[in-house]
């Protein structure tokens, strides 16, 4: 639209009566924005809106008025030229000063009012030296003028836009847009030597000033109507809200005073139930208040106590007609303060006796007083008062009598006579007396003061009053009871005596049928109780064929007839745990109970005829370990002697080799030479360790213990076996946690089994392995780890390579030699030095042997043998022998 404007401008041909359309389109505008906002002031409050609107007409106003002058004067240039200065800076002006006021309105800041203040005045100074001026004015005060009035516009816009975040952003947007559009049309007046008419700047000026027009329109229409519009729905959703509100409010006051009335009525009819139920009560009742005054008594109590008199107060009654008013008041007093019942007889002047209950009156958990109900007790108290004279001559009768009586009610004791103190000494408060209802007489035993006292008890049971009691009559048997038991002590002694024959002892009827057997013969038979063979017939026992039937028939028949004693036979018997028993039976008469009868003596003879095979057991081994060990003796010196022909020769032959008196081609000699020493050497060891494999399964090895330090025995074997693990590349790694363990250990034998095993690692570790030697202490054992990463031994293998003789890889084509044995003498050595020796491999990963060493002392005592021929450098030779590189 500012284009189209500036185009019209240029072609319109009088400019000065297109500045004036432009004009009155403007005022027009700003009119029609003073009387909307006026019209709003019914039902609009915002105040810096109809404050706006009102500058707006005022500047609209002005701008007729300015017209209305403009053309009177259409032929005085100077007036027209004056009035284009006073309209143009008073139109930019007013709008700018309301806006800021407004701003500074909502802020309300002194200083804001101030700075309007002076502004305006600056204004309305300029008009004035204008007309002081006279028409008559000169373009530098002109100028002047105009640059005052732009200055004033451009400060207002500036202090305009810092105040406007005061305000809405909708609101602030359309202002600042005015302001900056108020600020433009400045530039025109303060650049008006770039225009050839002097008038033009001026249309120019009211051309952009025209262009606020859109935004003064916005904004009125957003303050004056959208604006107040949505507060207008905002408040009516919020009285909605209220009234939604309200009613449920309303409703549920509704429904509370209806619950109320419910209740009331509740209530009042609770409270007539209640009175009605006192009052029909035969207990007199009576309730008192905190003061510990009476507030209500039920008719019963005006009956008995007024006489359904009611001249005086019910406190009088109650004192006239009991005794001991104060004591009930005092009761009443400990209700209220402890908030707990209490009970006490009160008696009255008319002979009657009352048990008064006295209860806190809790209403919502607070003590609004006290409850006394009084019930009469009068017959009640007669009946206990006869009741008890009759228990009294009952007791006196009971008293009498010379056995025991005790009542007991739910096993409390409840009653005991004096006989029944005399015979448990007067302790028979601390014995315990238990229902037997299955017995009508029982005996038991109790010792008191360490006097055994025997009792036989009946019982009798009865009911009184709903409650279950029980009379036991306690009679001192004890002497008849001393003398059955001598009587079976006899018995026993001689049971005992029987059962603790070492031979089984039995008696037979005449038709050959168990009627007794002792402990000996059950225990031969297998078996635990006599009512398994009870009435059996001893044939069947013994496992009499039929062959055998008649002979021992006949015996047992001569004996019942000529009472003689017999040796029946040897026998083989079959127990119960299929156990063969080998035995010896005699047979003699024996009479019992006026009958004859037979006694069967039955000698368990097994031991004896095991002790006979073991013997010539033992004979036939001591022959043939007697053999054998001269066989050995034999061997030993039969194959150690050629051994050291051999061994001599060729040391010999070496000898030669070394001093060069030998010639050698192509190193043939040195190679059979310790071809040769080798072998000596795997001979060597082979009959050592035979020999010393023979010596431990007969018992004639010995070991030869010292003190030594178990570190220093295997760090110095470690050191010495390294150079051959390295000939494979294999890498030996030793470590201990302690560096000195000491022990009672051969120590000889330590490194024999030590260097077995290390051998065994080197031999079946393939080049680039590793051998891991450990020693870790466990308190009351060391263990030795030897560990490798070799080959392993199968799962199957594990239980068998401690055996002698035995070997993993038995083929011909094994890639290591050896005997078998070595390992079956390392767990000997171990096992002569009180530890134990375990295995963990895994196939294809690896092996660890375990050694464990106790750390107490191993007999044998610190003897040690003078080994100064032995040598640990040739042992290694002799034990790694077998092992080719």
């Known amino acids: 639209m500012f284009f189209i404007l500036m185009i019209v401008m240029f072609i319109s041909e009088d400019i000065l009566r297109y500045g004036v359309h432009i004009h009155i389109l403007y005022a027009v505008f700003l009119i029609s924005m003073g009387v909307i906002a006026i019209n709003t002031i019914r039902f609009n409050k915002n105040s810096v809106s109809i404050f706006l609107g009102m500058i707006f007409a005022v500047t609209g106003v002005f701008d007729i008025i300015y017209l209305f002058i403009i053309i009177n004067s259409i032929n005085s240039i100077n007036t027209i030229k004056w009035m284009s200065i006073i309209s143009t800076n008073i139109i930019s002006i007013l709008p700018a000063i309301g806006i800021f006021f407004s701003f500074n309105y909502i802020e309300r800041n002194r200083v804001s009012y101030v700075t309007t203040v002076l502004v305006t005045i600056t204004s309305i100074g300029i008009l004035l030296l204008e007309f002081v001026t006279g028409y008559d004015i000169s373009k530098v005060e002109v100028k002047w003028v105009e640059v005052i009035a732009s200055l004033s516009v451009v400060i207002l816009t500036y202090l305009s836009l810092k105040k406007s975040k005061a305000i809405e952003n909708e609101e602030q947007k359309y202002l600042n847009r005015i302001l900056i559009i108020l600020v433009l049309s400045r530039i025109p007046i303060v650049l008006g030597f770039m225009f050839a008419d002097s008038n033009a700047k001026f249309v120019v000026a009211r051309i952009i000033v025209s262009l606020s027009i859109i935004y003064i329109y916005k904004y009125m229409v957003y303050t004056n109507i959208r604006k107040p519009y949505e507060e207008l729905n905002i408040i009516n959703e919020e009285l909605v809200y209220k009234s939604k509100v309200l009613k449920e409010n309303n409703e549920k006051l509704i429904e509370n005073s209806k619950k109320m009335r419910a209740l009331k009525a509740l209530i009042f009819e609770k409270e007539s139930k209640l009175r009605a139920r006192l009052d029909a009560s035969s207990n007199s009742v009576i309730v008192f208040s905190e003061e510990k005054e009476i507030i209500y008594t039920n008719k019963t109590f005006n009956l ?189 002694s001689y049971s005992r005596l029987i059962d603790i024959l070492p031979d089984g002892i039995c008696l037979l009827n005449r038709n050959l049928e168990i009627e007794y057997a002792n402990q000996s013969l059950l225990k031969i038979i297998g078996i635990s109780d006599i009512n398994e063979i009870l009435n059996t017939n001893i044939k069947k026992i013994l496992d009499i064929n039929i062959r055998e039937e008649y002979d021992f028939d006949k015996k047992m028949r001569k004996i019942l007839d000529k009472s003689k004693h017999l040796l029946l036979l040897e026998n083989e018997i079959i127990n119960k745990d299929k156990k063969s028993i080998q035995v010896e039976i005699n047979a003699l008469p024996f009479e019992y109970s006026e009958s004859k009868n037979i006694m069967l003596i039955i000698k368990d003879i097994t031991h004896k005829k095991d002790s006979e095979k073991v013997e010539r057991e033992l004979l036939d081994r001591l022959n043939t370990d007697k053999v054998k060990t001269e066989f050995f003796a034999n061997m030993s010196h039969e194959l150690k002697t050629p051994l050291n022909v051999i061994s001599s020769a060729n040391q010999l032959i070496d000898s030669f080799y070394q001093n060069g008196k030998v010639k050698d081609y192509n190193d043939n000699i040195k190679s059979h030479i310790d071809l040769v020493r080798q072998n000596s050497y795997r001979l060597q060891r082979l009959i ?198």
């Open 304 to 492: 008995v106590f007024q006489g359904g008199c009611k001249e005086n107060t019910p406190e009088y009654y109650l004192k006239t007609n009991i005794y001991d008013y104060d004591n009930l008041i005092n009761n009443i007093e400990n209700v209220l303060s402890t908030e707990e019942n209490m009970k006490s007889f009160i008696y009255s002047t008319n002979d009657k006796v009352y048990q008064a209950t006295f209860a806190p009156l809790l209403i919502k958990d607070e003590i609004k007083g006290a409850l006394c109900i009084l019930i009469d007790k009068t017959t009640e108290k007669a009946f206990e008062k006869e009741i008890t004279e009759t228990n009294l001559r009952y007791e006196s009768f009971l008293e009498s009598i010379g056995d025991g009586i005790i009542v007991l009610q739910d096993n409390k004791k409840i009653y005991i006579n004096k006989a029944c103190k005399k015979i448990f000494k007067d302790r028979v408060e601390e014995i315990e007396f238990y229902l037997n209802r299955k017995k009508d007489n029982k005996e038991e035993l109790y010792v008191i003061d360490g006097e055994a006292i025997y009792v036989e008890m009946s019982y009798s049971e009865y009911s009184k009053y709903g409650k279950h009691k029980t009379i036991i009559v306690v009679r001192d048997i004890t002497r008849r009871k001393i003398a059955q038991m001598k009587l079976r002590e006899s018995q026993n």
């Open 688 to 885: 050592n360790n035979i020999i010393d494999l023979t010596k431990m399964e007969s018992g004639y090895y010995k070991l030869m213990p010292g003190k030594y330090n178990i570190v220093s025995i295997i760090e110095d074997l470690f050191m010495k076996v390294e150079n051959y693990a390295s000939k494979k590349d294999i890498s030996i790694i030793f470590d201990t946690e302690l560096e000195e363990i000491y022990l009672q250990v051969d120590k000889y034998q330590i490194e024999r089994a030590m260097l077995n095993l290390l051998s065994n690692c080197i031999k079946f570790t393939p080049n680039g392995g590793k051998i891991y030697l450990n020693i870790y202490d466990r308190k009351e054992n060391i263990v030795v780890s030897v560990k490798d990463t070799g080959v392993g031994i199968p799962r199957g293998k594990l239980d068998i390579i401690f055996e002698e003789f035995t070997q993993v890889d038995t083929t011909l084509s094994r890639n290591t030699e050896g005997s078998g044995i070595g390992l079956a003498i390392v767990k000997n050595l171990v096992k002569l030095h009180g530890g134990k020796i375990k295995v963990i491999s895994e196939e294809n990963r690896g092996t660890e042997f375990l050694i464990s060493l106790p750390v107490e002392s191993i007999n044998g005592g610190h003897s040690q043998e003078d080994r100064s021929i032995y040598n640990i450098d040739e042992e290694i030779k002799v034990e790694f022998s077998d092992i080719y590189y």
